[in-house]
């Protein structure tokens, strides 16, 4: 399983919103980053991140889980942007801010560090590790088990018509 950091503008769509959106989630959309664009394609379902709150907070506030890998951007006209979906699994018992992680030698070489533009990007092992306990939160309820059906599988299903006969 690979892991990922996921940053959005909280005055945009913030941590409580994808929280709301429940296990159906919400589209990663409006990257218009070739270099992100083409990270959100590496992503596979079950895939976990941190949802970071970017210019107002500037830090980690919970974990997300990719739940549909790379399609196309409901929001780009130009059919070359894609994004994938992701859902809330658990907030972080406490955010791990920006300046913390700069001051950690141990993150010196993590791309929030070296190329904070990006807004979804990479991060080790090590480096999840990490943070998660700089944020008090346990591994094992990072890796709390998805839910056992899909968002398509869970919407409500047209009652198939009757045959006439």
Known sequence: MARWLFKSEPDAFSWDDLVARGNAGEEWNGVRSIQARNIMREMKIGDRG????SNIGK?????????????PDSTADDPKWECVDVRAVEPLERPVTLAEIKADP???EMVLVRNSRLSVQPVTEAEWAAILKL???PAATAEK????????ETKPKKPKPKQKG
């Open 50 to 53: 941190f949802f970071y709150h």
């Open 59 to 71: 830090e980690a506030v919970g974990i997300v889980e990719v739940i549909a890998t790379a399609h």
């Open 106 to 108: 141990q993150f010196a």
């Open 135 to 137: 944020a008090g939160t």
């Open 145 to 152: 088990a998805a839910p056992k059906k899909s968002p398509q």
